[in-house]
């Protein structure tokens, strides 16, 4: 079969100008002529000003990464134009508001220049809507039917009144009509809406979200933060629906303290922050582990240290999210790896957490928390929901909340439920919960609390494969880069390397059992993540014997499939001219 | 009325003899055992601090938590079953120091938790340095110069935050202390009672009898526990008179009342999931 349409549309223009808005609305339309998305936005810090970008990808195939460079630029201004028009393949395609600027004579591509500002002023009257006409523009060079978006546009304005609504359909129809009128297309892209079954458009945020819901979370506790506020916000209006409560609390340390208490009461809980917020949550993360309470805390990474870049990606709160606390608090640490991994992955951090009497984290990052993709509608009636063990009738007549069982987890009894009256203390404590100051206790009490987790050593299917069976060269990674690895090894695998990649769900504790027998014919690993420091390739060399090469680049912008895959070339042909691995 | 045994856990309270929490703890367990709340159905939230042990010495349900942070969890755990009597328990450090921001938040976030700080004005775990409520030129092993911040006053804090109940109490008038601990656990809404509770190790100047000169109950001289400005005069008081009592109250829905989740009933009998709510998911097709 030949290759279908893949097409890279980037929006760039002011902050505030509706870039955002004007993406998200193409991206769904053309998620509704049933093509496969994968788009993200990357704004400014600021409420307005600053510059803002969407990038949509579309494809009628499966698609795994944002792509490298782009095949549309939508440029509302001149500082679009400078910034991304080196990114723009061949043949180079350039959508721009005439009144805003004309590209220098020695840009070759096609040039679909409109009076955007014009139009919309006479047209429309309103200079607000500025963004519609551009979207009006696209979908008729590109053939996305415009009834997509009159529904689209009805459900997003609607709710503001007739008047809005009307304007932002007349602005629609503004920008094709001046298309048909004004425009040749000199150009082959063509959408062609296509039958098929109907998909979610979600960004990683939202997917979390309904995934949390769908866990049986009941207590949402969280203080707004970039760029994990849209968790708080999506589940303050969705939660209260389902038999569940969100609170605003004061700041984050009151946050993860609300949900250990919710916790403590009998219900599942969570809170959302990012870096900055998460640094506040270690204290109580270590109470958690030490009273044994499931908790679930999310963070959606941004680049650090400090305030660091709030709108912009990193992964480098791994060491913080398995070490932070004081005085050995283990948890799980677990990373999301895709839209369609933030609702199920969120599931099971919901039930490792009370499986295993711990406080889970989740790690995704601000790319994946606020790009949207297409994913199949999960089956809401088979999502398996998974509560802590609680003590039997029996066991109440002399109730010792930290029973050494088999497991090493204890069945945990409820406030209200029953008559097992106990005290959970964040000092050293015995089996029966009583404060208790000897080593030999606290010893046998620390290793409770650490191996109860070993069996997630052991467990299968917490680590994706990709590629060849037996590679020599690989590729693990974490989190959000899953799909630009699984790119990177598809193309790498049509130049001729043999190679394949691992992907661990859950980062601590690692799932070694699985990832030893991956490592069996592995001479070299890269490792891409995006943090200066390697901090993953640091953690993996402490479990396993392998020679690892970092690929880590400070965050800001995600990898492109190029960058690893270039990578995976280098390190192919050292281990096939070398004899000295690492050299 | 249920015995005041039921009560106590088989912990022996770990505070020095003569020690103004013995009261506190005394009264806690006459108070509930008077109004007959079941064990199982008592939350007890402490921080850390002498007197965020209590919680362990109690037999009902206890969460001795970390410095500061009593009040947040306290918070979650009345979200997710408002049906538990939910008490927290702390010190002037813990509540007004580390803890005072969750405290005026928590105070006008109105939830029906009663909040019983046990007030000795000295950091007493610790071996006796200042406190946010010791008095202006108190000398203590870290003010050896006396203090020169001016102390919090909690009552007044709590008035102008939007507290609807608002009381002090005092260890050596533990008949009245018990009465105020019952109006708190009955008040719907925060409920604060700071209670003097003097430290007979570090806190050599706020004694029993120092107190004992000062304190007058604010019931007995017609003090109207619905006037705002009369309880804040009240709150002033300090030098010469010292006021114990009711010194506010107020009627205003509780977090609880106000919060739609919860008018169906507490969380916890609440299903669980989104099974057969599929609808869930339509606004993202």
Known sequence: MARGIDVIIRIGGEGGEGVISAGDIITQALARCSMEIYAFRTYPAEIKGGHAVYQVRASDEMLLSQGDGIDVLVAFNQEAYDRHVAELKPPGILVYDTDAFEPPAEFKGIRYGAPISTVTREKVGSNLTKNIVFVGVVAELFGIPLDRFEELLKQRYGKKGAEAMEKNLVALKAGAEHVREHIVKQDAIKITPRERAPRLVVSGNEAL????????????????????SDIMEWLAKELPKFGGSVVQTEDEIAAIGAV?????????????????????MVELLGLATMTELPAVIVNVQRCGPSTGMPTKTEQSDLGLAIYGAHGGAPRIVMALSSVEDCFYGIIRAFNFSERFQVPVVVLSDQYLGHRKASINIPDLSQVQIEERAKPTVEELQAYRRYRMTETLVSPMAIPGEMRACYTASGLEH???????????????????????????????????RYGVDDPEVAVIGWGSTEGVIREAVD????????????????????????????????????VPELNYDGQFAKWLRGFFDIDVVSLAKAGGAPFSPKEIVDKIEEVSRNVHTTAVPGV | MAEITLYRSKVKPDWCPGCGDYAVLNALQKAVADLDINPKDILAVSGIGCSSNLPGFLNTYGFHGLHGRSLPIA???????????????????DGFGIGLGHFVHTVRRNVDILYIVMDNQVYGLTTGQASPTTEKGTK???????????????????????????????????????????????????????VFSPCVTYN?????PWFK?????????????????????????????IPIGVLYQAERPTYEEEELALQAGPLVKQPLGLAGRESVLLEFT
């Not at chain 1, 606290?442 to 680590?463: E, P, S």
């Not at chain 1, 394949?500 to 070299?524: M, N, Q, W, Y």
């Not at chain 2, 050599?204 to 029993?208: C, E, G």
């Open chain 2, 204 to 208: 050599k100047h706020n004694t029993y």
């Open chain 2, 75 to 93: 918070t979650g755990a009345k979200l997710a079953n408002h049906d538990l009597t939910v008490i927290a328990t702390g010190g002037d450090g």
């Open chain 1, 260 to 280: 250990l208490g919710a916790s403590f009461a009998g219900k599942k809980a969570m809170t959302a922050t990012s870096g900055p917020g998460f640094s506040l």
């Open chain 1, 491 to 526: 193309l790498a695998q049509r130049r001729g390397i043999r190679v394949g990649a691992l992907h661990p769900k859950v980062i601590s504790p690692l799932p070694e059992d699985d990832i030893r027998s991956f490592l069996k014919t592995v001479k070299k690993v890269i």
């Open chain 2, 140 to 194: 203590t092993k870290s003010t050896p110069g006396g203090v020169i911040e001016f102390p919090v006053n909690p009552l007044a804090l709590a008035l102008v935050s939007g507290g609807t109940f608002v009381a002090r109490g005092f260890s050596g008038e533990v008949n009245h202390l018990t009465e105020l601990i019952k109006q708190g656990i009955r008040h719907k809404g925060f409920a604060l009672l700071d």
């Open chain 2, 213 to 241: 000169e000062r304190v007058y109950k604010v019931e007995d001289e017609g003090h109207d526990a619905s006037n705002m400005e009369a309880a804040l005069q009240r709150a002033g008081e300090w030098d010469g008179r």
């Open chain 1, 209 to 228: 979200s309904i995934g949390a819901i769908a866990a049986g979370l009941k207590v949402y506790a969280g203080y707004p933060i970039t760029p994990a």
């Open chain 1, 430 to 464: 015995d089996e029966a919960a009583a404060l208790n100051h000897e080593p030999a206790n606290h010893q046998k009490m620390v290793a409770k609390r650490f191996k109860k987790l070993d069996a997630i050593k052991h467990m299968t299917g917490l680590a994706r």
